[in-house]
């Protein structure tokens, strides 16, 4: 199977200590996000977890502990953006999150390390020519550490319009103009471009790569092996993307991005964080009186016969 860490929130940046008490504990307790007392128990254990999915806007914290990590297949996404604090109050600036892409490509490899340029906004400050030199510098900077970079344009989701009312949408006409900017770009310095959410139709006859950013073959190149995926039942309608059993909880994530859809109101994060302890099985809290807990049904999804890329 497939475990998660980063739908909904940065546990990498801000839970290194809790995830690492995870892996030497061997399981972790994980809420419903829809109903609070219907508690998933996932075993954390290579037999069963062929890979765990990262995603990030600072891997730093984590790269100490990567021995521990070191029996898991893993894939990683690192977001870099160019945006200052007024978007992205707590993300740390983006020549610091280049510098431990680079440790970590090296210790995973190009093929299981991803760059995510996204979300592109846009306004009178990040214009199409801002985008253009700040993605030239990065993907310059990123040269040979990766394979893929991600692109999407911002969505509006009503978190995203409360936090972060001025923000408007990009047209069609913008993304089509920095789009093939980007995809050429891209390839230039060795890298595919993968579209998620929205732009994907629109980016498809530039050369990207719309099929998904998080699919099976994506995982697949990560590991060097074939994986018999179950059926999967799509999260959201703008997303092809197979997913799976995330162990992250809504509104814990610090860096308080003014776009994010994982946010609904930074009060909810700094009470979260309050309820944090690093030695308990959840993320956030401990054990309450009426929790229903399920143990997961876990297998490896690996070929039984190792089949090498």
């Known amino acids: 199977m497939i475990l998660h860490t980063g739908m909904r ?35 954390i254990d290579p037999q069963v977890v062929d890979l765990i999915a990262f995603c990030t806007k600072n891997p730093t914290p984590l790269l100490p502990y990567m021995q521990i990590l070191a029996p898991f297949g893993q894939f990683w996404y690192v977001t870099i953006t160019p945006y200052g604090r007024d978007i992205e109050p707590n993300v740390p600036a983006w020549q610091e999150v280049v ?6 490509s090296a210790v995973v490899g190009t093929h299981a390390v991803g760059w995510r340029y996204d979300p592109i906004i846009m306004d009178e400050r990040h214009t199409i020519d801002w985008h253009r030199r700040m993605f030239a510098a ?38 089509l103009a920095l789009g093939a900017y980007i995809i050429g770009t891209a390839k230039t310095y060795g890298m595919t471009v993968y579209t998620c959410g929205e732009g994907r139709a629109l980016l498809a006859a530039l050369g990207a790569d719309t099929g998904g950013c998080m699919m099976p ?29 995330d162990i992250g909880a809504y509104d814990s994530c610090p860096h308080l991005c003014r776009y994010c859809y994982a946010t609904a109101h930074p009060q909810r994060v700094r009470k979260n964080m309050r309820l944090h302890d690093p030695a308990s099985p959840f993320l956030i809290g401990h054990t309450e009186k009426g929790d229903r807990v399920h143990t997961a049904r876990q297998e490896s999804w690996l070929e039984v016969q ?3 890329f």
């Open 9 to 43: 929130t940065d546990i990498p940046a801000f839970y290194a200590p809790w995830l690492v008490n995870r892996l030497r504990a061997g399981e972790v307790c994980v809420r419903n996000p829809y109903d609070a007392r219907q508690v998933t128990r996932y075993h």
């Open 99 to 104: 510098r431990s892409f680079r440790q970590l």
């Open 138 to 175: 990065m993907a310059e900077a990123l040269a040979g550490w990766t394979e893929m970079v991600v692109i999407s344009f911002v969505m509006r989701y009503a978190k995203t319009r409360r936090n972060f009312p001025e923000v408007r949408a990009v047209t069609h006409a913008e993304q």
């Open 217 to 245: 073959r994506i995982y697949e190149r990560a590991l060097g092996r074939h994986i018999r995926f179950p059926k999967y039942q799509h999260q959201r309608k703008e997303c092809d993307c197979y997913l799976g059993a």
């Open 306 to 308: 190792e089949k090498l």
